[in-house]
């Protein structure tokens, strides 16, 4: 690359599969419109730069394995990125800067985090070339594997021949980049992880439209909420930790240890019980199997036949699963999931993290700005202190990032 170009990385919607992808399970996802727009252009010094059109927020960093950062503009996951790449594409001979502008709601749950680490293994790959280089053909090839590497990256995990190392702090799966990777424009798409394959995708209806209520509670990855986000996932992994030490065996996600047999869930549940929170263990077994058995295939199912009433039921049984097992939801999500369905939308739930952030909703295209406006209403008369954070947008389902 000897000339600037622009990139685009979308945000995502995760539609259902909450909090399944670290354990193996499948999602439904799609990209959307919203995102990061970014200029790339090559330097002669090996630094990455990167500055924020919007906000003016700059950062410079250099290329090297003890790269670090202050607080910057997105300094954990800069310095984050260029250790992990200087590490495992030695040398990064060619700088980069990136200048970018977003209109991804940040901490809404549309992954603006998981973006933000996609542009930059694209950017530092795009200016050194490193997609002419073996290790990258055999490894990172197609978007999915980039986007399951960006995704060790992100959590600090191992990947192909590259080790694991500190990342930034959270430790969730691959999900959200290989939506933001791999989603097809106008459809909604199932993948499953550990490894990542994708399992079926179907058109989104096109008189449906997807409406979106940003609560304006911040979902952090960091401090008090990346530890309450953490323990969702280190439950998941202590039950297969526990599953492979009773019985033996090295299955590496929830997914397989229940695909190991007909006595696998009831077995589990015996191991669950002997665990320092076995009511909690065995209700979040109980929300994985009916994410991954029931709702994810049914929820696809749904949108190729433009089922509302199927959907609908389908977002009410997740969003309880979220507030009642999980209990990642605060009041104003629990809230705008069910005024949305209250303002005539087909479905609707949060998604993301948690800990605030957003709720997805689907309606009738002609009845789309009704719809937004009912629900607008009756979330400010609730929540009077967040109207001023609060957005409401509506959006259709885009491509996922092409990589010229």
Request: net charge positive; aromatic share 8%.
């Amino acid at each position: 690359m000897t000339a600037s170009h622009s990139l685009f990385v979308p945000g995502r919607i995760e539609l259902f599969g909450k909090h399944v992808d670290y354990g193996g399970g499948p999602s439904l996802t799609c990209a959307v419109g919203l995102g990061i727009h970014a200029e790339l252009t090559p330097l002669d010094r090996p630094f990455l730069e990167i500055e924020d059109d919007a906000t003016g927020r700059r950062a410079r960093v250099p290329l090297r394995r003890d790269a670090r950062t202050g607080r910057a503009h997105g300094g954990t996951y800069i310095a984050a990125v260029v250790r992990r790449m200087t590490r495992d594409f030695a040398p990064l001979k060619v700088g980069v800067r990136i200048r970018s502008t977003s209109d991804l709601p940040r901490s809404a749950g549309l992954s603006s985090s998981s973006a933000f680490i996609t542009l930059l293994v694209i950017a530092l790959a795009e200016v050194n070339g490193l997609r002419s280089r073996r290790v990258w053909r055999d490894y990172l090839r197609t978007p999915l594997q980039l986007a399951e590497y960006c995704g060790a990256v992100e959590m600090g995990g191992p990947y192909g021949p590259f080790p694991g190392e500190d990342g930034v702090g959270t430790r969730g799966g691959a999900q959200d980049h290989v939506a933001i990777c791999c989603n097809q424009a106008e459809r909604v798409s199932a993948f499953r992880y550990l490894p990542a394959e994708p399992i079926g995708s179907a058109a989104f209806p096109e008189q449906w439209t997807l409406l979106v209520g940003v609560s304006g509670v911040r979902a952090t990855k960091t401090g008090a909420a990346q530890d309450d986000y953490n323990r969702a996932a280190d439950q998941v992994r202590g039950l297969v930790a526990e599953w492979n030490r009773v019985t033996g065996r090295a299955d590496l996600s929830l997914r397989g240890v229940l695909a190991s047999g007909p006595e696998a869930a009831d077995r589990l549940a015996g191991i669950a019980r002997g665990l320092d929170d076995p009511d909690g263990a065995i209700a979040r077994i109980a929300q994985f199997r009916s994410e991954t058995e029931r709702i994810v295939p049914e929820a696809l199912a749904a949108f190729a036949s433009a089922d509302a009433r199927a959907l609908g039921a389908l977002a009410v049984t997740s969003q309880q699963g979220a507030e009642v097992v999980l209990r990642n939801q605060v009041p104003e999500t629990a809230f705008l999931a069910r005024a949305a369905m209250a303002a005539g939308a087909h479905a609707a739930s949060a998604f993301g993290a948690g800990f605030g952030g957003a709720v997805w909703a689907v309606a009738d295209r002609e009845a789309a700005e009704a719809v937004i406006a009912r629900w607008r209403v009756s979330y400010e008369a609730a929540f009077p202190t967040q109207a001023s954070r609060a957005q409401w947008v509506t959006m259709r389902p885009v491509a996922g990032i092409r990589w010229p």
